[in-house]
């Protein structure tokens, strides 16, 4: 964070709310599935910058004036948690809204991005465009979304989105958001949205490792860290990718993934940094079903369990990247363990093991102001185990940002701050690219 003694770059910060058109009915309930519960002490911060003439002309309430059509078609995302009589969490839809946060930034959008890479991934400046509230403690009353508008002195924009998890993964977040600029592009909304299709999971009779439990947290929905964390970004651009693709040994791109060959990496650089042939279980997030077109949000990624048998430091990254590739799926097993205690517990699923989340097909550049797309967009995930969390997301859209040829990509890390000088050593000599 800014120390309290510097004059902060963002300011002149405003709040309101903005609620659906219509009123939902009486005492409607969305119920969370254990998968939901499953997720509920973390949260996802999205951004989203857009030049000068993405906005231009457009005020603050042209901005707002879509939101009620909006956030009429997700009734949830306007609740507010409530205890169901079997004291299960669940979310009242009671109409009490999204909270709307609005500031300006002495700095330009170029100049923002500038001192954003001089601070090595900048998380700790971009934190000040996406609002940190969590779920509680006054719980109640705690808003499940937080949509900030930080105008930068050029005139250009950042949409920050605060998105409690309880309500669904990036996929479900990103199209939520989605879904505001084609309403207010005037494109016509659903009428409704459809429920996701609850997938059948089977249920052995063994516990899953890709979540743990965690000490109660009351009614302050976030994890208490053992270590201070750290979040660090690295734009990867096409010809980046080939360099590093190129060298590892037998790649196969038809049978692996960017996902699963910059995760892999990354496995094999944290074992090497802790010394001890660990971590030798990871877990795999990623995302296994045919998203519908205008589905309401759920927790639908599958959490999965890739295990090493040797030091991860001393395999091949081929050989972790294909053990990526046959990671099981402990959705099953989770939905269980969850589903017995009925909500009453605590738990976490990132940074429970070093985990890597596959958003390569989330549609994070789908959001357009005036027809224009972010020149940047990015996600990260607050309130990870000590373990930490590793993003990969599809790069700017942009040929000019990406180098041509296609797109990039960005992977975002949240990992132990001891760590993190030593990755950033290992990436620029590994990989080739100045942290």
């Known amino acids: 964070m800014v120390a309290s003694d510097v004059k902060s770059p963002v300011h002149s910060v405003k709040l309101s709310s903005m609620v659906p058109a219509k009123v939902t009915g009486n005492n409607t309930v969305h119920e969370l599935a254990s998968m939901d519960l499953a997720m509920k002490l973390h949260y996802l911060r999205g951004l989203y910058f857009f030049r ?3 906005v231009q002309g457009l005020t603050i309430s042209d901005l707002k004036k879509p939101m009620s059509q909006w956030l009429e078609l997700y009734p949830a995302t306007s609740g507010r948690i409530r205890w169901s009589k079997s004291e299960k969490p669940v979310v009242k839809c009671n109409d009490s809204g999204v909270r709307i946060v609005e500031a300006r930034c002495d700095k330009s959008l170029d100049e923002w991005l500038a ?9 700790e400046l971009q934190d000040l465009l996406v609002h940190s509230q969590i779920l509680g403690p006054d719980l109640g009353f705690s808003p499940l979304i937080y949509v900030q508008f930080t105008w930068f002195e050029c005139g250009g924009i950042c949409v920050g989105l605060s998105w409690a998890h309880v309500l669904g993964d990036a996929f479900s977040a990103s199209s939520f958001i989605n879904m ?7 494109r016509a909304p659903p009428k409704s949205l459809r429920a996701p299709i609850p997938k059948r999971s089977a249920f052995p009779d ?6 743990k439990r965690v000490d109660p947290v009351g009614e302050s929905w976030l994890v208490v860290n053992d270590c201070q ?6 734009h990867l651009t096409p010809p980046q990718l080939d360099h590093i693709t190129s060298g590892c040994r037998s790649y196969d791109k038809s049978k692996v993934s960017h996902f699963e060959l910059l995760s892999a990496s990354i496995w094999k650089f944290l074992s090497k940094i802790r010394g001890d042939g660990g971590p030798k279980v990871v877990t795999i997030c990623a995302n296994n079903v045919h998203r519908e077109v205008n589905r309401l949000p759920s927790n639908s990624m599958d959490l999965r369990r890739a295990e090493v048998n040797s030091s991860a430091a001393e395999a091949e990254v081929s050989d972790l990247a294909r053990l990526i590739t046959e990671a099981a799926d402990e959705n099953g097993l989770i939905e ?3 589903g017995k205690d009925d909500g009453k517990l605590d738990y976490i699923a990132y940074g429970a093991n070093l ?16 027809g224009q797309k972010p020149i940047f967009a990015n996600y990260r995930i607050s309130g990870a185990g000590d373990e930490g969390v590793v993003l990969v997301l599809p790069g700017p859209e942009n040929g000019e940002e990406t180098g041509g040829g296609g797109f990039g990509r960005t992977v975002t890390m949240v ?9 950033k050593k290992m990436i620029n000599e590994t990989w080739g690219i100045s942290p």
Request: proline share 3%.
């Open 52 to 54: 000068s003439d993405a």
């Open 115 to 123: 001192a954003t890479k001089e601070e090595d991934g900048g998380w």
């Open 180 to 186: 505001w600029g084609q309403i207010m592009a005037g």
């Open 206 to 211: 063994t516990a899953p490792s890709t979540v």
């Open 229 to 234: 964390l750290e979040t660090y970004s690295v």
């Open 336 to 338: 269980e363990m969850v």
């Open 355 to 370: 985990t890597f989340v596959n958003l390569e097909g989330a549609d994070v550049y789908g959001l357009e102001l005036k």
């Open 415 to 423: 990992l132990p701050k001891a760590q993190m000088a030593q990755i």
